[in-house]
């Protein structure tokens, strides 16, 4: 599939960026922070996405969805990025939902799908265990009971975990932390018993929670798939994960990127523009390439999940670890080339690099995924 | 320039195919072993083996060599879809490059925008059939990347330009039978606009060159010099004093060359990781040097970052649009990659790859030493990479002077 927009694509952008920049610009970011929002999104703008199609995009007809692509979410993606817009998509539509799609019965699809399509419903995977990202540390057991399975753990750094309507939960039936084996998905709806959820609040101002499972009982008609072979599941969604954080911090290095240009063309000191200082042009040149390369890489990725090609995997890690490099090193840059007024809570640019960290470590950061994309090509 | 269906694509490439097949020599579908396999052509070239000079022969009478270029021009008229068909059909079989041409790579392209019908009539032909091998002088010692302030004299006495001055770092300046060459016809004018381009025959009376030596130990590059050099006023390409817009012109394409050029160390195809199994092992399926594991992984990943790049930018102009500012992010990038690639190259090998002769070292080895040293003169030709950062922060970012 090409690396260019279509005209159907373009025109997805600029509904995207028409909205998001009238809805949730940056100063919809500081009322939800500067409020002590208990969700960290507004449910009413997710309502209206949710509106224009957005929340079932990448899921089919039959469930209430628009049967669109990745490359197609993507892109709303990259334009939230460029106002630091939070919404549940990669909780609810990606990780949570896709699972419940890849991994579901009709029934199941049927109970939580449409829900989510019409924006309704908010659904997070509760996966991590530890202080970063490790994709089959799982050590919350799920033992069987009769009709069913009594989980027990702590999940920690959930995405927009804290209001969900149900948890996607990863819990070892068999097997050791860390092996690929015996990982099961298990759905949890909010107010379980021996279930709790509490926010831990980020630097980037979004919704995280840390739950417990204290013998949450889950019935038979709650459990993905095999209750032992969750992996295979959980592998495609993390990397759909990996791949949809990645649009979305391109479109956040786009912007903290272009904002910076526009003030080397505008601050002046010594009686010039500073942006004819050489030393910060040959950075900006240099961040010009790395957003390219972060570009096309996206792109690709994005391309192949529709594709359902082999190489999804190892682009999901290229993808991440491109874009993360990406974002930090151009929102690190944006605050120095700022000076001073970078630093200040005023300028929207700290916001960027307080995201671009947040969103480093969601899902794995950079080192992480060369080591996974090392391993994939089989080294 | 209009665009082929995908059928006709399709017929094309089997069309193609069929032709290579056919006329490709076996021992030219065999990776070239060092860089005396290369074919430069030329009055007085120089043909590793017979086969070489019939695979020159074959392509360059189809217009393969140049196949882009019209083929009243010696070209084979393909749209850059076609090229692109013939570039994949050359690889899948393996074929050798037929002809290596700085005339065919940066010549070619500014004759075909800038040349005279005369001009196009003389030099193209000969040179995509790979009989007219041309070296540029553009740097001098004074005039590097700030080449506009460059100082050899051209002055018109009658219908020719007398020449007087010196080129540096001239490529293969000894082994060529023309130059492109820019001199400065007004040295009154701002520096710019004081600059023609003149197509100089180095068996002229009054030229001659002297090699320089390289860090790889090569001498592929001279020093060039002119004294009384007339060269007729008929050989200069576009407006006098107009030169500095087809220089310009020129460097797009080359820098887009250097850009897709891979110094060859260990074939084309051996990647990083499998040179690295061999020399540092592996642990529970994983490089045993951790450190290394990790940059070769990133290096792997930026040069997949950069290939998708390319693609992107081809799939954008689609047909016919010549490299325009990006060719400097893509010569930029590229270069700087390659090096990283083979400064990985040499780091795994260890004190194998710093080996100069003898029986200790393979030819793998040597040979990635030297494409190793050449690297370094990657960012530095054609515009360093530094001068590529400026065109960016200029053309593209728009940054003040
Ligand atoms: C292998 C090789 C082959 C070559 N072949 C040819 C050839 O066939 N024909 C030909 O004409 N030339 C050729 N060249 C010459 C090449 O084009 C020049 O070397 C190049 O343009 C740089 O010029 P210089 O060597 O004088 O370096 P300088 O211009 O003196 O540069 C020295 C350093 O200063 C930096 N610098 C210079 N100006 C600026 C600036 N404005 N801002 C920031 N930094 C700056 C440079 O980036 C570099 O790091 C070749 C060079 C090499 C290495």
């Given at each position: ?93 990606v ?92 759905i ?115 391309r ?69 994309y ?6 | ?72 021009y ?20 393996g ?21 005279t ?8 032909p ?30 018109l006495?009658g ?17 060529a ?7 400065r016809?007004?040295p ?69 060359l ?21 020399y ?17 992984a ?17 799939e ?10 990006e ?75």
């Open positions: 599939m090409s690396l260019v927009l279509t005209e159907d694509q373009e025109s997805i952008r600029k509904m995207a960026r028409e909205f998001v920049q009238r809805r949730m610009p940056t100063t919809h970011l500081r009322a939800l922070r500067d409020g002590a929002d208990a969700l960290g999104y507004s449910p009413a703008c997710w309502s209206e996405l949710a509106g224009l199609g957005v929340a079932g995009m990448t899921f089919p007809e039959a469930v209430g969805g628009v049967g669109l692509g990745f490359a197609e979410l993507g892109i709303v993606l990259e334009e939230c990025g460029r106002t630091l817009a939070p919404t549940p998509i990669v909780s609810t539509v990780l949570a939902g896709g699972a419940i799609s890849l991994g579901g019965t009709d029934a199941q699809r049927a109970r939580w799908l449409p829900g989510v399509c019409a924006g309704e419903r908010v659904l997070a995977l509760a996966h991590d265990e530890g202080t970063r990202h490790a994709r089959h540390r799982v050590a919350t057991r799920a033992e069987p009971v009769a009709g069913g399975f009594r989980i027990t753990g702590e999940k920690s750094f959930v995405l927009d975990g804290h209001g969900a309507d149900a948890l996607v939960v990863a819990a070892r039936v068999a097997g050791a932390s860390a092996d690929r084996a015996g990982i099961g998905l298990f949890v709806p909010a107010g379980s018993p021996g279930l709790t959820v509490a926010r831990t609040p980020l630097v980037d101002s979004r919704n995280a929670a840390r739950v417990r499972l204290d013998g949450v009982v889950v019935p038979d008609d709650q459990v993905l798939g095999a209750p032992d072979g969750g992996a295979a599941v959980l592998d495609r969604v993390l990397d759909r994960g990996a791949i949809a954080v990645s649009a979305e911090m391109l479109g956040g290095a786009l912007e903290a990127f272009e904002r910076t240009v526009a003030y080397l063309k505008t601050r002046r000191q010594f009686g010039v523009l500073i942006g004819s200082f050489q030393a910060l042009k040959h950075r900006a040149a240099q961040m010009f390439c790395e957003v390219e390369l972060s570009r096309s890489i996206v792109l690709a990725a994005l192949a999940l529709d594709d359902d090609g082999p190489d999804a995997a190892l682009l999901a890690a290229a993808a991440k670890a491109r874009t993360t490099d990406t974002f930090l090193r151009v929102a690190g840059e944006a605050i120095q080339m700022h000076g001073g007024i970078g630093v200040t809570d005023e300028l929207d640019i700290g916001l960027f690099y307080k995201r671009a960290r947040v969103a480093a470590m969601t899902l794995g950061d950079a080192a992480y995924q060369r080591d996974r090392a391993r994939l090509q089989g080294y | 320039m209009e665009l082929l269906s995908g059928d006709d694509l399709e017929g094309f490439r089997a069309a193609t195919r069929a032709w290579l097949e056919a006329n490709c020599p076996a021992a030219m579908r065999t990776p070239a072993r060092s860089a005396d396999d290369d074919v430069w052509g030329g009055r007085a070239a120089v043909f590793p083996s017979d086969d070489a000079r019939v695979w020159l022969e074959r392509m360059g009478a189809r217009g393969f060599t140049a196949p882009t270029w019209p083929r009243e010696g070209g084979a008229g393909l749209t850059a879809e076609q090229a692109r068909v013939l570039d994949e059909e050359l690889r899948s079989l074929c050798r490059a037929a002809l290596k041409s700085f005339g065919v790579w940066m010549l070619g392209p500014v004759l075909l925008q800038y040349g019908e005369a001009q196009k009539l003389a030099f193209l000969p040179t995509a059939r790979g009989e007219l091998r041309w070296c540029q002088g553009y740097s001098e010692p004074a005039a590097g990347s700030d080449l506009a302030s460059l100082q050899t004299r051209a002055v006495d219908d020719a330009y007398v020449v007087d001055g010196q080129k540096v770092w001239t490529s293969h300046a000894d082994k039978d023309w130059m492109f060459c820019l001199v016809t007004d009154a004018a701002p520096k710019h606009e004081g600059i023609s381009f003149l197509l100089i025959d180095m068996r002229s009376p009054g030229v001659s060159t002297r090699p320089i030596r390289l860090i790889s130990g090569a001498s592929p590059f001279c020093e060039a010099f002119f004294d009384g050099v007339r060269v007729p006023a008929a050989q200069l390409v576009g407006r006098v004093n107009g030169g500095w817009a087809v220089a310009k012109a020129l460097l797009e394409h080359e820098r887009a250097i850009s897709r050029m891979r110094d060859a160390a260990f074939g084309e195809d051996e990647s990083l990781e499998s040179i690295a199994k061999r540092l092992g592996t642990v529970d399926g994983a490089l045993a040097d951790p450190v290394l594991r990790d940059r070769i990133q290096a792997s990943m930026d040069s997949l970052c950069n290939s998708l790049t390319l693609r992107r930018s081809a954008g102009a689609r047909s016919g649009r010549p490299p325009g500012a060719t400097s992010m893509f010569k930029l990038y590229g270069t700087e990659l390659n090096k990283r690639r083979l400064e990985l190259i040499v780091e795994i090998e260890g004190f194998r790859g710093v080996g100069v002769e003898g029986s200790e070292f393979s030819a793998d080895e040597l040979a990635s030493t030297r494409a190793w040293l050449r690297s370094r003169a990657n960012s530095i030709e054609g515009g360093s990479s530094e001068i590529q950062l400026n065109i960016i922060a200029r053309r593209v970012l728009g940054l003040p002077e």
